[in-house]
């Protein structure tokens, strides 16, 4: 079966008609079980599990430790683009609905000084960001990106437009380490009334582009729904069925997921289906439960309190003293659009000192130059 | 135990249990778990160090080389090439030459490739290196990479970080009985009792880190890892009684043909 064939078997009217059937016996039994399918992953999600979640956030702290340590890992983020020809209307980015601050594509000048700001940071983990804008940031420019990058640190990955394998492997020849992509809603309905330009509108060119990826040779594979587009329950579930795909079908690629909730969206979208933060929590706590050796990343869409609480919660990586607009690490000007307003302002430093105080392990790198094509 | 020391690759450990550094909190929680075991071996991930930077506060700071010997592993290495190319790496930032290959290409249950551990094996044993290969518990392959000229073999007890114990007791046992070089069990072990159900059937070592990195008091529980590893070895060269299903008689049936 393809992805979309085992997504078609679920769609959300009957992921709520069995979240609606757990039983309180169902959470309990979920709870104390060692290994969890996704009868189980309905139960966790219920309102039943509501009055749980202590018992969930414990458990699910339990499994993370056990595949990851007590460790964290850092990155950051680096814009390299933020041209975009989509024009998803919750987005920053967007080409019509979004911010009418410049837009710059950074030159390889640039995205050198870039990596030299954060590379005296103490940062090895980087992920190079552009817009859905193949013919500006093109794929030749993400390649020498990636091999800029991999002259300041040892791990790069990219969160770009998505491609075909074949364009993948290109980057992987440069020395990437994985790609994250976000589906944004994996609702079919709903992505289409959302993404109405450009190739963005090709529902499964994007679903399948992580499987590419992967066959490609990514070592890492990212993915995530932004929350606040679709009911989180549904998101979740396709989420999971999404993680034990690739981990079937890439067998060599780490899984990981990101919950990116919409906070800050331009003036007249407004968001459909809010997130709260016991919502957010349970969404994570269900999923670590079910997936205990993928990988969770929490961005600095977050403010520095939330963050700090979700972090013992099975967070395995976090970004820090992060910029969202290209140039952002060589120029404090503003004039350049932003993809979202960053919550957690707090510099890397401080991030790392939260990370300790929590009792674990900043991790700065946890690869290697001798991995991969360019060693 | 000093009469009764861990020899490999000539060079002689009182301590038969080694430590796996990853996972911990902090390096000071690393050094006060190594310090409370007496480990004399510490493995690195060399993926975690940037051999470039002195280290004032990650996993190296954490080790004494005078008292423990660093023993570089290549985790996140998916191929050969790339165990090699780490090993190497390290020999050239002054590490002594010895490696733990650790051939990991699947992410979650971080299970040892048996082909790609072999080659590596073969190219690094013919560079010189000391090697100490993480494998399954597969009989052949343990004595396929003795042969190549490995160290040592380490077959795993359970997947990295399960803490469920021996399973593969059966198959290590026949490891043990027919190695020529010392066999470690590595990987899996959550409890002393399983580090001594390991030295019991004739490890000679074990090597531990998620029971300890994860332990509430790491120190504490490496202490008693470094027991149960004692005891187990100390039970090994005394010769535990074979177990039986039934009770064994004190007046046993037969008595009477020993009788006048």
Same mark, same amino acid.
């Given at each position: ?146 091999? +800029?990058?991999? /002259?300041?640190?040892?791990?790069? =990955?990219?969160?770009?437009? #998505?491609? $075909? !394998?074949?364009?993948?492997?290109? &980057? ?117 439960? +079910?997936?205990? /050796?993928?990988?969770?990343?929490? =961005?600095?869409?977050?403010? #520095?309190? $939330? !963050?700090?609480?979700?972090?013992? &919660? ?62 | ?260």
């Amino acid at each position: 079966m393809t992805l979309r064939q085992e997504l078609e078997v679920w769609p959300s009217r009957r992921i709520s008609a069995c979240i609606a059937q757990a039983r309180p016996e169902d959470v309990d039994a979920a709870l104390a079980r060692e290994e969890r399918g996704l009868s189980d992953l309905f139960a966790l999600l219920s309102p039943h599990a509501r009055p749980r979640l202590e018992s969930m956030a414990r458990e699910a702290g339990r499994l993370t430790r056990r595949h990851f340590g007590r460790t964290i890992q850092v990155y950051a983020p680096i814009y390299i683009s933020n041209v975009c020809t989509a024009d998803c209307p919750y987005c920053g980015f967007g080409a019509r609905s979004g911010s009418t601050l410049k837009r710059v594509t950074l030159a390889h000048d640039q995205i050198r000084a870039e990596c030299e700001a954060l590379s005296g940071q103490g940062f090895e983990n980087v992920l190079l960001l552009t817009g859905e804008a193949p013919k500006i940031a093109t794929l030749e420019y993400i390649a020498e990106a990636v091999h +800029i990058a991999r /002259e300041y640190f040892a791990s790069v =990955s990219v969160e770009v437009y #998505a491609m $075909t !394998r074949e364009e993948y492997q290109l &980057l992987f020849d440069s020395g990437l380490e994985g790609v994250t992509l976000y589906m944004e809603t994996y609702d079919p309905e709903n992505y289409a009334r959302l993404h109405t330009v450009g190739r963005k509108r090709d529902y499964d060119f994007r679903l399948n582009a992580l499987e590419r990826a992967g066959q490609a040779g990514a070592r890492r594979l990212g993915l995530g729904a932004l929350l606040g587009l679709f009911d989180w329950r549904a998101e979740t579930v396709w989420m999971a069925l999404h993680a034990r795909y690739l981990q079937k079908h890439c067998w060599q690629g780490a899984v990981s997921i990101s919950f990116p909730r919409l906070h800050h969206v331009p003036k007249r979208f407004v968001v459909p289906a809010a997130v709260s933060d016991a919502e957010l929590v349970q969404a994570m706590l269900a999923l670590r439960l +079910i997936l205990p /050796e993928a990988g969770f990343t929490l =961005s600095t869409r977050e403010n #520095a309190a $939330t !963050r700090d609480r979700l972090l013992p &919660l099975g967070i395995t990586m976090m970004s820090a003293g992060s910029s969202t607009r290209p140039g952002g690490y060589t120029s404090r000007a503003n004039e350049t659009a932003a993809q979202f307003e960053t919550e957690d302002r707090r510099s890397p430093r401080e991030v790392v000192r939260a990370i300790e105080q929590a009792g674990y392990d900043p991790v700065w790198k946890d690869f290697d130059h001798a991995f991969g094509s360019s060693g | 135990m000093n009469e009764d020391p861990l020899v490999i690759a000539g060079r002689s450990f009182r301590s038969r249990l080694m430590i796996g550094s990853g996972k911990f909190p902090s390096a000071r929680a690393l050094r006060l778990a190594i310090e409370a075991s007496g480990a004399e071996i510490v493995t690195v991930a060399l993926r975690r160090v940037d051999l470039g930077k002195p280290d004032e506060h990650g996993i190296l700071s954490a080790i004494d080389p005078k008292k423990q010997l660093i023993l570089p592993n290549t985790s996140g290495a998916r191929t050969a090439e790339e165990a090699v190319r780490l090993a190497r790496l390290a020999q050239a930032a002054g590490f002594d030459p010895w490696v733990k290959l650790e051939l990991t290409p699947e992410p979650r249950y971080l299970l040892p490739d048996p082909v790609e551990t072999l080659r590596a094996a073969e190219i690094l044993v013919k560079e010189g290196f000391v090697v100490l290969p993480y494998i399954q518990a597969d009989p052949i392959l343990a004595k396929r990479l003795e042969e190549a000229g490995t160290a040592a073999v380490m077959p795993l007890g359970a997947p990295i970080g399960s803490n469920r114990g021996l399973k593969t007791r059966d198959l290590v046992k026949i490891i043990i009985e027919q190695s020529n070089v010392p066999v470690v069990v590595d990987a899996g072990l959550g409890a002393p009792s399983h580090a001594a159900e390991a030295m019991e059937i004739g490890a000679d070592a074990v090597l531990v880190n998620t029971a300890l990195a994860d332990a509430s008091d790491a120190a504490a529980m490496a202490r008693a890892f470094a027991l149960a590893v004692e005891a187990g070895r100390i039970a090994y060269r005394a010769g535990l009684g074979p177990t039986r299903n039934t009770a064994e008689a004190s007046s046993p049936l037969t008595g009477f043909l020993d009788e006048g």
